[in-house]
C-alpha cells in the first residue's frame, strides 16, 4: 500500500508541476520579450549615440589629476557640463578651476558616492536628466578596467555611449584593482543596469562649484592633493 500511495503521490506532484509550469509559461515569454526588445532598442540608440559629440564630463573621483585634467577640457568646451562624483574636496576643485581662470557655472559636484558603483548609482539619474548621450569618462590606469566596464554596462544599459578618457597618476595610486572586486561590481553592474530603468535613486548633497562658500571653508580648514599644486586652508 505504501508504495502505491507513494506512486500516486508522484505522479500528482509531477501534475502539479506540469501545470505550474504551463501557467508561467506565457509571464516568462512575455519577459523575454520585453528585454530582447530593450535589448535592441538600447543597442540602436547607442549605434546612434557613439556618433555623436560629446556632451558631458564625468569624473570618477579618487586622484586630483582628474580633475587638473578636465579643467583644461572646461576652458575648451565650456558649453560641456562637467559631473565631479565624490571628487577632491570642495575648495580643491574650485582653486584648480580659479587658477586656469576656467568658468565654474556648468561644474557640478556629487558628494553622496563612496564606491565606484555608487558614483554611477547617483550620477545616473543626473545624467538622465541632462539628457545626455555621449559621455567622457575620466579615469585613471589604477582604476581599469573595472571602472571602464561597468560604465559600459550601466551608462549604456541607459543609452548612453561612454568615451573612456585615462588620465595618468604620479608616484604609487592607493588603490589597487583585484578580480573579485571586479567579479562583484561587475555582477551588481547588471542586475542594477536593470533594476535603475525603474528606481532613480536622488543625491541630495549635489553643489554647483560655482556655489562653493570658500570662506567657510578656510574657516573650517582644509587639505588637497600636492599633485594638484594648490594651497591648502588652514
Not at 554596462?153 to 578618457?165: D, F, N, Q
Request: glycine share 6%.
Amino acid at each position: 500500500m505504501k508504495r502505491k500511495f507513494t506512486i500516486k503521490s508522484l505522479i500528482s506532484i509531477t501534475k502539479n508541476l506540469n501545470n505550474l509550469w504551463q501557467s508561467l509559461q506565457k509571464p516568462i515569454y512575455g519577459l523575454y520579450f520585453v528585454l530582447g526588445a530593450w535589448l535592441f532598442f538600447t543597442t540602436i540608440t547607442l549605434v546612434f549615440a557613439s556618433s555623436r559629440p560629446v556632451d558631458a564630463f564625468f569624473v570618477l573621483g579618487g586622484s586630483i589629476r582628474r580633475e587638473t585634467y578636465v579643467v583644461q577640457q572646461a576652458k575648451q568646451y565650456p558649453q560641456i557640463p562637467i559631473l565631479i562624483s565624490h571628487g577632491s574636496p570642495d575648495p580643491c576643485i574650485r582653486l584648480i578651476f580659479q587658477r586656469e581662470l576656467a568658468d565654474l557655472q556648468n561644474v557640478w559636484l556629487e558628494k553622496c558616492a563612496n564606491s565606484t558603483f555608487e558614483n554611477f548609482y547617483y550620477s545616473i539619474p543626473i545624467l538622465r536628466r541632462w539628457g545626455v548621450h555621449k559621455v567622457m569618462l575620466i579615469t585613471s590606469p589604477s582604476h581599469l578596467p573595472r571602472a571602464k566596464w561597468m560604465a559600459q554596462i550601466l551608462l549604456g544599459a541607459h543609452g548612453i555611449w561612454v568615451e573612456p578618457e585615462i588620465v595618468q597618476e604620479q608616484g604609487i595610486p592607493g588603490n589597487r584593482e583585484s578580480r573579485l572586486k571586479t567579479g562583484l561590481d561587475l555582477t551588481r553592474s547588471f542586475f542594477w543596469a536593470i533594476l535603475s530603468q525603474i528606481i532613480q535613486p536622488q543625491c541630495s548633497n549635489v553643489t554647483r562649484l560655482s556655489e562653493v562658500d570658500m570662506q567657510a571653508w578656510q574657516y573650517r580648514g582644509f587639505k588637497c592633493e600636492h599633485q594638484g599644486e594648490v594651497g591648502s586652508g588652514e
